[in-house]
């Protein structure tokens, strides 16, 4: 029922948005008639017919969309009955508790999420083909009992025609949403059309909502109002679980060019490995706030609606729900093979792949150490030999000074013990003395080559100090630890592992015109950029074409590093002389029909130079 009042009110809606185009059509031709009486009929034909011109081949071609486009099922490895017979007839069971015919393919994908489509036509009167999508971290965390909940609420959007019907909603919200972005922001009409297109998402969400309550409902009446309010308990600390695997397990070794052998398994991992903590997650109150733009409602709201409806009886599946797979690891090895393209980087097994990863972290960290100490002695190269040499006679006060602002010259050299213990790792993994030992329980700890702990920060506190230099000396090669080896791999620094953090159109540099990129470690200039009304537009197809790495390849990339001094001569526009270690003196200047890529750019531009001092 709630899935056709969804279609009603699309349908509605859109009409609606077909009235308002003709009435703001209608007031334009009204305004180009009064503008013809008070001018000439010459400038209310320029004024008029490309404004109405712009606004109907906007709305023919969204509608022309909206009509032809055809959803492609999610990219996901197709689980056949014969694969997986279990969770076959396990969603059997429940399609037929939900009175619902049962989706024609059930795929694997990598998300913590379900979810549920219908390839249906002629707007929903005809039903089609149907998809089931099952998260593989649900299947390696959850319950069988709460994966069964999970299901059969994602089936309860069948049986109450949401997903069906959900077709006529989203080419409503297609069409509305093409013709405003087809219009440029500087047509009058537009106003009125993007004004109407929030009225219709939120009119849309608030439907939407009642949705995700009423297939709750179903879960609950199937699966148990225990395993449903289990389940969504357990999303939150999921998500976060498979955030952090990603951000503090693969992309550090991702960005260095290596690729786990077992990605999925690696978090199943994890989830073992920390279950006490997942567990004080789970017990956390859930969201119970939501937004008017959200589709569905908090998960505390859900909890909360599920809390007063009577359990069923049945005996608990407590097993984990991979149990409903033949062999979990292989169906994860395959979905990787299947969606995660790992191109040319070396694939590595995860102890190996923690080692590399954070070793070749340390490696650029060293690099742009040891390119500060060769431009600090004048030599061309540096290495951990060469910052040990200044510790004789205090000279490595004057090196360490610009590392720790505010520092005395004193705090300084004993503040660089850290930055020296780094070196020493860096020294002992080339020396083949110490290894980075992976943990999916808590952070890898540095060890040496019988998985001892190893010292280096005792030493590092002996190294900077010209007392007791030798000391450290000679524990380093008691541990075989030669301090000549680390060395520098990068010449000049590069992108890698860099982050856009902003940028600025219509700028010069050097008095030549310039798109201007913020990395979080350089510059990118981008010459001969084009017109001056599309430097924003410009600007985010540029930094959604290719990633930070990518970008500092393909145009002028300036390293922060290389940078010895900056002078910000004028703050609004921005006017600023940045001096290089080379000599080089390079001069930017902000126009005032310059545009950015979002609304703080100016202020992390200014930031940056502010930051940016003498040479390191």
């Given at each position: 029922?709630?899935?056709?009042?969804?279609?009603?009110?699309?349908?509605?809606?859109?009409?609606?948005?077909?009235?308002?185009?003709?009435?703001?059509?209608?007031?334009?031709?009204?305004?180009?008639?009064?503008?013809?009486d008070?001018?000439?009929?010459?400038?209310?034909?320029?004024?008029?017919?490309?404004?109405?011109v712009?606004s109907?081949?906007?709305?023919?071609?969204?509608?022309?969309r909206?009509?032809?486009?055809?959803?492609?099922?999610?990219?996901?490895?197709?689980?056949?009955?014969a694969?997986?017979?279990?969770?076959?007839?396990?969603?059997?069971?429940?399609?037929?508790?939900?009175?619902?015919?049962?989706p024609?393919?059930?795929?694997?994908?990598?998300?913590?999420?379900?979810?549920?489509?219908?390839?249906?036509?002629?707007?929903?009167?005809?039903?089609?083909?149907r998809?089931?999508?099952?998260?593989?971290?649900?299947?390696?965390?959850?319950?069988?009992?709460?994966?069964?909940?999970?299901?059969?609420?994602?089936?309860?959007?069948?049986?109450?025609?949401h997903?069906?019907?959900?077709?006529?909603?989203?080419?409503g919200?297609?069409?509305?949403?093409?013709?405003?972005g087809?219009?440029?922001?500087?047509?009058?009409?537009g106003?009125?059309?993007?004004?109407?297109?929030?009225?219709?998402?939120?009119?849309?969400n608030?439907?939407?909502?009642?949705?995700?309550?009423?297939?709750?409902?179903?879960?609950?009446?199937?699966?148990?109002?225990?395993?449903?309010?289990?389940?969504?308990?357990?999303?939150?600390?999921?998500?976060?679980?498979?955030?952090?695997?990603?951000?503090?397990?693969?992309?550090?070794?991702?960005?260095?060019?290596?690729?786990?052998?077992?990605?999925?398994?690696?978090?199943?991992?994890?989830?073992?490995?920390?279950?006490?903590?997942?567990?004080?997650?789970?017990?956390?109150?859930?969201?119970?706030?939501?937004s008017?733009?959200?589709t569905?409602?908090?998960?505390?709201?859900?909890?909360?609606?599920?809390?007063?409806?009577?359990?069923?009886?049945?005996?608990?599946?407590?097993r984990?729900?991979?149990?409903l797979?033949?062999?979990?690891?292989?169906?994860?090895?395959?979905?990787?093979?299947?969606?995660?393209?790992?191109?040319?980087?070396?694939?590595?097994?995860?102890?190996e792949?923690?080692?590399?990863?954070?070793?070749?972290?340390e490696?650029?960290?060293?690099?742009a150490?040891?390119?500060?100490?060769?431009?600090?002695?004048?030599?061309?190269?540096?290495?951990?030999?060469s910052?040990?040499?200044?510790?004789?006679?205090?000279r490595?006060?004057?090196?360490?000074?610009?590392?720790?602002?505010?520092?005395?010259?004193?705090?300084?050299?004993?503040?660089f013990?850290?930055?020296?213990?780094?070196?020493?790792?860096?020294?002992?993994?080339?020396?083949?003395?110490?290894?980075?030992?992976?943990?999916?329980?808590?952070?890898?700890?540095?060890?040496?080559?019988?998985?001892t702990?190893?010292?280096?920060?005792?030493?590092?506190?002996?190294a900077?100090?010209?007392?007791?230099?030798?000391?450290?000396?000679?524990?380093?090669?008691?541990?075989?630890?030669?301090?000549?080896?680390?060395?520098?791999?990068?010449?000049?620094?590069?992108?890698?592992?860099?982050?856009?953090?902003?940028?600025?159109?219509?700028?010069?540099?050097?008095?030549?015109?310039?798109?201007?990129?913020?990395?979080?470690?350089?510059?990118?200039?981008v010459?001969?950029?084009?017109?001056?009304?599309?430097?924003?537009?410009?600007?985010?197809?540029?930094?959604?074409?290719?990633?930070?790495?990518?970008?500092?390849?393909?145009?002028?990339f300036?390293p922060?590093?290389?940078?010895?001094s900056?002078?910000?001569?004028?703050?609004?526009?921005?006017?600023?002389?940045?001096?290089?270690?080379?000599?080089?003196?390079?001069?930017?200047?902000?126009?005032?029909d310059?545009?950015?890529?979002?609304?703080?750019?100016?202020?992390?531009?200014?930031?940056?130079?502010?930051?940016?001092?003498l040479?390191t």
């Amino acid at each position: 029922m709630i899935g056709a009042v969804r279609a009603l009110i699309s349908v509605v809606m859109l009409a609606g948005f077909y009235v308002v185009a003709l009435v703001e059509l209608i007031a334009l031709i009204v305004v180009g008639v009064l503008i013809g009486d008070w001018v000439s009929g010459l400038l209310a034909v320029k004024v008029v017919v490309p404004v109405f011109v712009a606004s109907i081949g906007a709305l023919a071609l969204s509608i022309w969309r909206a009509m032809r486009h055809k959803p492609e099922p999610v990219d996901g490895l197709p689980l056949t009955e014969a694969a997986a017979p279990e969770l076959w007839a396990t969603v059997r069971e429940l399609a037929e508790a939900v009175r619902t015919r049962m989706p024609d393919e059930i795929r694997l994908v990598p998300d913590v999420n379900a979810a549920v489509s219908e390839h249906s036509r002629f707007l929903g009167l005809v039903g089609g083909r149907r998809f089931l999508y099952i998260g593989l971290p649900l299947l390696q965390a959850m319950s069988v009992d709460q994966l069964r909940a999970v299901i059969a609420h994602e089936l309860g959007h069948y049986s109450g025609l949401h997903t069906r019907l959900a077709g006529v909603a989203y080419r409503g919200r297609l069409t509305i949403e093409s013709t405003v972005g087809a219009l440029s922001p500087y047509n009058p009409l537009g106003w009125g059309f993007r004004g109407y297109g929030l009225v219709y998402r939120l009119v849309d969400n608030v439907v939407a909502r009642r949705q995700e309550l009423a297939a709750d409902r179903a879960a609950v009446r199937v699966a148990g109002r225990a395993s449903a309010m289990a389940a969504l308990r357990e999303l939150p600390g999921l998500g976060a679980a498979w955030s952090f695997f990603f951000r503090r397990y693969v992309e550090p070794g991702w960005t260095a060019g290596f690729a786990p052998d077992d990605l999925f398994g690696g978090f199943g991992a994890l989830v073992e490995a920390r279950a006490d903590e997942l567990a004080e997650l789970r017990e956390r109150e859930p969201e119970a706030n939501a937004s008017r733009w959200d589709t569905h409602p908090p998960i505390g709201a859900r909890v909360a609606a599920m809390a007063g409806a009577p359990e069923i009886d049945r005996v608990p599946d407590t097993r984990r729900s991979g149990a409903l797979l033949p062999d979990l690891t292989v169906t994860g090895r395959q979905l990787q093979e299947l969606t995660i393209d790992a191109g040319d980087r070396e694939v590595l097994r995860w102890p190996e792949f923690t080692a590399a990863a954070i070793a070749a972290a340390e490696q650029r960290e060293a690099d742009a150490l040891l390119r500060a100490a060769a431009r600090h002695t004048g030599t061309p190269q540096a290495n951990l030999q060469s910052i040990l040499d200044l510790v004789p006679g205090d000279r490595l006060a004057d090196f360490a000074a610009p590392f720790f602002e505010n520092a005395t010259r004193r705090e300084a050299v004993a503040a660089f013990a850290g930055p020296m213990t780094m070196l020493f790792r860096v020294a002992a993994v080339r020396s083949g003395a110490g290894h980075w030992q992976h943990s999916w329980s808590k952070p890898a700890e540095f060890v040496g080559a019988d998985g001892t702990p190893l010292p280096l920060h005792e030493i590092a506190d002996l190294a900077v100090s010209p007392q007791t230099l030798d000391e450290a000396r000679k524990r380093l090669a008691e541990l075989g630890i030669d301090p000549a080896v680390a060395g520098i791999v990068e010449e000049r620094a590069t992108a890698r592992g860099a982050r856009v953090i902003g940028g600025l159109a219509n700028v010069t540099v050097d008095n030549h015109a310039h798109d201007v990129v913020l990395l979080s470690n350089g510059f990118v200039f981008v010459p001969d950029p084009g017109k001056i009304e599309k430097g924003r537009e410009r600007l985010r197809a540029l930094v959604g074409s290719l990633p930070a790495e990518r970008l500092a390849e393909r145009y002028r990339f300036l390293p922060f590093e290389e940078v010895a001094s900056a002078a910000v001569e004028k703050r609004t526009p921005v006017r600023a002389v940045l001096t290089l270690h080379d000599g080089t003196v390079m001069i930017f200047r902000e126009k005032w029909d310059g545009q950015d890529l979002e609304s703080k750019s100016r202020e992390t531009l200014l930031e940056v130079l502010g930051q940016l001092r003498l040479a390191t």
